[in-house]
């Protein structure tokens, strides 16, 4: 048995006062009336500082499985296999929309940007001329024939090359426009004066104006294009005020131009000869640039685009690239589109196009079982972490003093029934049926863990395999297949299945007010004012009643608590900033307990010593006494 040491409060060198040991009198005394309210201070501070260190476990647990979940959102659960991956790709989106399948990509022709060459520049050039540029399509108008056109009509807009005369050999000069210039309104090549100066002989190539035959000419057709301006696009012009530009300011101004990139390009190293390399911004036929010059003849040849290819301009522009549309086959049906990425053709995702190639190709979607797998894994494993974390928090020992820091803690033990009650609830807005946690395969043994029902994920798999989107996948669907759902991803929704119904001439979604608009499709749009960025369009102007599936992934319920548990307003930060309040307060009154301890132990002190000091003249006139007395004895 161990012996407590007790205080001595007999002393045994003070003999001429009280005989009483006073510091360890003192000192219990003091003890005794401030160490019961220390202990009771010390006990509360140890829980505080224990429950704010469970609070910081808490949070950085909450953050994790919110990475957690996150990163499951982002798990694919199809296998997207292209037969030519270096030339066709597919970027899935929204695997919701996905199903197995394969389809057919055949005969593909990439869309390109056009790029039109301007060569034999020196960076000593200037310039005085305005410019004209504008968006728009060449379309081939003329085409190159062998065939010698004798005594026949030649066609409006058509190039030709004047093969041979039959008459005097007087130059040709009817209805000639320059064929670099589709545009052109002046109604000769070169100067107007056709009776004067006519200018075309044998091998000339020219544009014609009108419709008209010549007997005492032969001619050939040659290639040349037509130039069709965007609609909606217009014309933009620099330099309008004819200032003097360097080649450097002059392309600046071009490349300023939206839909047009241009750059000077030096042709070889140390050479003094620069290309001016012109290009749209956009690929697509529509986006190719035409560009003209407020100077006439051959000076306004100097920055013209012509995809005339009878002759050379005088300054030998050249294009270097036609702009083309995007042209392929899908399962057997001819497509063109203006970029190289297909987002409205495959539900779910876009096609992604890289080279030209005749014959066919395949991208097949095929479900994973080992991804899916895998993300039921994950799942698991991020539920039973959370769980064993908040249950040692929140542990109570009913048989001893060994609780968790946060075992009476009311917004613990409320997130606690918050993330219990997620896994048991039904996931609903997936279709007409509701989904829960047991028919993807996770369930719970006895002591609630979190655990995989292989049995019951492969009859999901195999029966309803789409109901495992609803484990990271949001919905947002509609059992008729004429109507479409959107919405911003600011609105909020909450998650079920939801009937569009016209009662008595209103429109509702479930119990909500509608707000139906005609379409000049002939069918309908519907958008609610309680839930801006909702619409819903239907083919029909009057649809039968459908129903809108509203649905919010599993993940995302679980992102969802754990971000409301780490925001700055929760409960759990409310109580942490209570706790930190609490240990303040009490550490404030454990400095006031020292102070009144040093306090009381001085008066004490001082008590003892004033009592000291009158028991010892008590003893002292004792002591006197005594010897008076004995000296009196021995006189008688």
Do not use: C
Request: hydrophobic share 35%.
């Amino acid at each position: 048995m161990t012996e407590v040491a007790k205080p001595d409060y007999l002393s045994l060198v003070n003999k001429g006062g009280s005989g009483f040991n006073v510091s360890e009198l003192v000192t219990s005394i003091v003890a005794s009336e401030i160490e019961p309210k220390r202990i009771l201070q010390n006990n509360k501070l140890e829980k505080t500082e224990s429950a704010i260190s469970g609070i910081g476990y808490l949070n950085s647990q909450s953050s994790k499985t919110q990475v957690n979940f996150t990163t499951i959102t982002g798990d694919k659960f199809f296998d997207v296999i292209s037969s030519k991956p270096t030339d066709i790709t597919f970027l899935s989106t929204d695997e919701t929309k996905l199903q197995s399948s394969i389809r057919t990509i055949s005969d593909v022709k990439i869309a390109k940007n056009m790029v039109f060459e301007l060569p034999g520049f020196a960076l000593t050039d200037t310039f005085t001329e305005t410019l004209s540029i504008e968006l728009g399509e060449w379309s081939q108008s003329s085409f190159a024939s062998d065939t010698v056109i004798v005594n026949s009509e030649l066609q409006a807009g058509k190039t030709y090359k004047v093969h041979a005369t039959r008459g005097s050999g007087s130059a040709f000069d009817q209805y000639t426009r320059d064929p670099h210039d589709p545009d052109s309104t002046a109604q000769y090549m070169y100067p107007t004066d056709s009776a004067n100066e006519p200018k075309l002989a044998v091998g000339a190539q020219f544009r014609v104006s009108d419709n008209f035959t010549n007997a005492n000419w032969d001619f050939q057709e040659v290639d040349n294009y037509t130039f069709t301006q965007k609609t909606g696009n217009t014309a933009v012009t620099i330099n309008d005020g004819n200032d003097t530009l360097t080649l450097t300011q002059m392309v600046a101004l071009i490349d300023a131009i939206d839909g047009v990139n241009a750059q000077i390009v030096q042709k070889s190293e140390g050479s003094s000869e620069y290309s001016v390399i012109i290009s749209s911004e956009f690929t697509g036929k529509e986006n190719g640039f035409k560009i003209a010059s407020s100077l006439t003849g051959t000076a306004g040849q100097r920055w013209q685009t012509s995809f005339f290819t009878g002759t050379s301009t005088a300054y030998n522009n050249s294009i270097a690239q036609s702009a083309r549309d995007l042209e392929f086959k899908i399962d057997g049906v001819n497509v063109s589109r203006s970029q190289n990425v297909v987002n409205d053709l495959i539900g779910g995702g876009s096609i992604k196009f890289s080279a030209d190639f005749t014959g066919s190709s395949s991208l097949s979607f095929v479900r994973s079982e080992a991804n899916i797998r895998q993300s039921i894994n994950d799942t698991i494993f991020s539920l039973n972490e959370f769980k064993s974390e908040i249950d040692r928090l929140t542990y109570i020992d009913v048989d001893g003093d060994a609780n968790g820091p946060l075992a009476m803690e009311t917004s613990a033990t409320m997130l606690k029934s918050n993330f219990k009650k997620l896994a048991l609830e039904p996931l609903k807005g997936y279709g007409s049926e509701l989904i829960y946690l047991s028919q993807l395969g996770i369930k719970t043994n006895s002591s609630g863990e979190y655990y995989l029902d292989e049995v019951t994920f492969s009859k999901t798999l195999a029966n309803n395999p789409g109901h495992f989107k609803a484990l990271k996948d949001a919905n947002l669907s509609s059992n008729s297949a004429s109507a479409t759902v959107t919405k911003s991803q600011f609105t909020n929704v909450p998650a079920d299945t939801y009937t569009v119904t016209n009662t008595s001439g209103q429109w509702k979604l479930g119990d909500t007010n509608l707000t139906q608009e005609n379409l000049d499709s002939g069918g309908s749009r519907f958008t609610s004012v309680s839930y801006p960025g909702l619409v819903i369009e239907t083919t029909e102007r009057t649809p039968s009643d459908f129903d809108v599936y509203i649905g919010k992934s599993f993940s995302q319920k679980i992102i969802d608590l754990m971000t409301e548990t780490l925001e700055l307003e929760s409960s759990l930060k409310s109580a942490e900033e209570a706790y930190k309040t609490l240990t303040v307060d009490i550490e404030a009154r454990l400095e006031k307990l020292e102070i009144r301890e040093t306090l009381i132990t001085d008066r004490y002190t001082e008590q003892f010593g004033s009592m000291e000091q009158s028991m010892s003249q008590f003893n002292s006139t004792k002591s006197l006494l005594e010897n008076f007395v004995e000296a009196w004895k021995k006189q008688k």
